[in-house]
């Protein structure tokens, strides 16, 4: 497996060997030894989740608040999304900045979001299916949001050829500068 720090260096690219031949391919997807040199943390994942969705379809920006706050480890199993973590920790050196990286079914890459950021990301292909662990259990009574295009963050989402696509919920998600970050 190959770790890469992202432009905020706490989100890492992994990218797992892959080891292809006519009938298919092999990867590991996750080692929790080499995943906790790389990251220099001991999470322990405790719940997977699984969403499909069609292009077009924006989901984020998500987050929990301690003590719930996640780390999610995502990939794409099926199609392509792009995929944003923005950094709420008001304590960062890189508050408020955010990464984001094309994740597909055919490059197997993942994306390391540790606790402390805000996630989201739109699907690129015709559909896609997301996965991704957490090292929280989801909590409703912490679960916040940011608005997805909020101008202070300046996310570059793609152009595509179709409106994005966002929950009722997401399209009211607090600016930024009024949502409750982590301090």
């Known amino acids: 497996m190959k770790f890469t720090p992202l432009a905020i260096p706490e989100v890492v690219r992994i990218e ?15 080692k929790q030894d080499l995943f906790n040199q790389a990251t220099g943390t001991q999470y322990h994942f405790i719940q997977d989740n699984h ?6 379809v924006l989901r984020g920006l998500h987050y929990q608040l301690p003590p719930h706050a996640q780390g999610k480890l995502v990939s794409v199993i099926t199609g392509a999304v792009f995929d944003v973590a923005v950094d709420i920790r ?8 955010w990464v984001g990286s094309v994740l ?7 994306l390391w979001i540790p606790p402390g950021f805000a996630h989201g990301f739109v699907v690129l292909s015709d559909t896609a299916d997301f996965v991704y662990k957490t090292t929280a259990y989801y909590a409703p009574e912490t679960d916040r949001g940011i608005l997805w ?29 009024q949502a409750e970050v982590l301090e």
């Open 90 to 97: 008001r304590s960062s050196p890189t508050f408020g900045r």
């Open 149 to 177: 295009n909020d101008p202070d963050i300046g996310i570059e989402w793609p152009q595509l050829d179709i409106p994005f696509s966002l929950s009722e919920k997401d399209q009211k998600q607090p600016a930024f500068k």
């Open 51 to 56: 969403s499909r969705s069609s292009k077009g």
């Open 16 to 30: 797992p060997k892959v080891f292809g031949d006519s009938r298919g391919f092999f990867l590991e997807s996750f």
């Open 104 to 110: 597909m079914a055919e490059n197997h890459h993942q």
